[in-house]
T-cell receptor
C-alpha cells in the first residue's frame, strides 16, 4: 500500500532493552522525521533526515539512534530503553525540506511504546 | 519553553456551530504556520497552512487567520460536524530554523 507505515503499532518492553521502531514510506520523499508525543508536550522532534545517509538531531535526541541507509526507511532505535521513553512515536515524511514549497509533513499512524 | 501554544486545551462545540481554535506564538521570526488535526489513534493530518505574508487563507470549511501584530493564529471551522472531533495542533517554522515546532494541542468535542 502506498503511504507511510510504522511498525510495530504497539510495543511493551523492559528497562534496559533495545527497541527498534520501523518507518517505511513509498513516496520516495527526501525528508523523514521522528517525533514523540506526550501529554502536555505536543509533538517533539527527535531526529530528522534530509536524505539517505544524512541525519540530524532534533529537540530531544538523547537516548535515541537513527539510520537511513535507504531513502524509504528510517528506523529509530532506543539502545537501552528507559521509563521516560514511554510515549507514542510518530514518523513523518515530506517531499521537500520544511522551507521549500513541498513542505507538508505526512505522518504515520504512530507506535505506542511502553517501557516497564 | 515552547514558542507556540494554544489558548485553551479543550473546546466543546454544538454540532452545526462554528468553531474557533486559537494559537499564540512568541517568536516574531516565525514565518510559516500549519494546522494539523489528530483523530484518536491516528497520526496528525495536515489541514491548512499560511505564510507570514498573508493574513487569511481559506480551505474547505476551514479558515486560518494570522495576526502578526499580536502574534496570534486561529483556525475557524464552519458548521462543525461530529467528524471534526479531534485534537488540533498549530505548528510553526521559524525563518532561522528548519524544524517544525508544535503547540500542545486543543481537544475539540462536538456535541450532537
Amino acid at each position: 500500500d502506498a503511504g507511510i507505515t510504522q511498525s510495530p503499532r504497539y510495543k511493551i518492553t523492559e528497562t534496559g532493552r533495545q527497541v527498534t521502531l520501523m518507518c517505511h514510506q513509498t513516496w520516495s520523499h527526501s525528508y523523514m522525521f521522528w517525533y514523540r508525543q506526550d501529554l502536555g508536550h505536543g509533538l517533539r522532534l527527535i531526529y530528522y533526515s534530509a536524505a539517505a545517509d544524512i541525519t540530524d538531531k532534533g529537540e530531544v535526541p538523547d537516548g535515541y539512534v537513527v539510520s537511513r541507509s535507504k531513502t524509504e526507511n528510517f528506523p529509530l532505535t532506543l539502545e537501552s530503553a528507559t521509563r521516560s521513553q514511554t510515549s507514542v512515536y510518530f514518523c513523518a515524511s515530506s517531499e521537500g525540506g520544511l522551507r521549500s514549497g513541498a513542505n507538508v509533513l505526512t505522518f504515520g499512524a504512530g507506535s505506542r511504546l511502553t517501557v516497564l | 519553553g515552547e514558542s507556540v501554544g494554544l489558548h485553551l486545551p479543550t473546546l466543546s462545540v454544538q454540532e452545526g456551530d462554528n468553531s474557533i481554535i486559537n494559537c499564540a506564538y512568541s517568536n516574531s521570526a516565525s514565518d510559516y504556520f500549519i494546522w494539523y488535526k489528530q483523530e484518536s489513534g491516528k497520526g496528525p493530518q495536515f489541514i491548512i497552512d499560511i505564510r507570514s505574508n498573508m493574513d487569511k487563507r481559506q480551505g474547505q470549511r476551514v479558515t486560518v487567520l494570522l495576526n502578526k501584530t499580536v502574534k496570534h493564529l486561529s483556525l475557524q471551522i464552519a458548521a462543525t460536524q461530529p467528524g471534526d472531533s479531534a485534537v488540533y495542533f498549530c505548528a510553526e517554522i521559524r525563518s532561522n530554523d528548519y524544524k517544525l515546532s508544535f503547540g500542545a494541542g486543543t481537544t475539540v468535542t462536538v456535541r450532537a
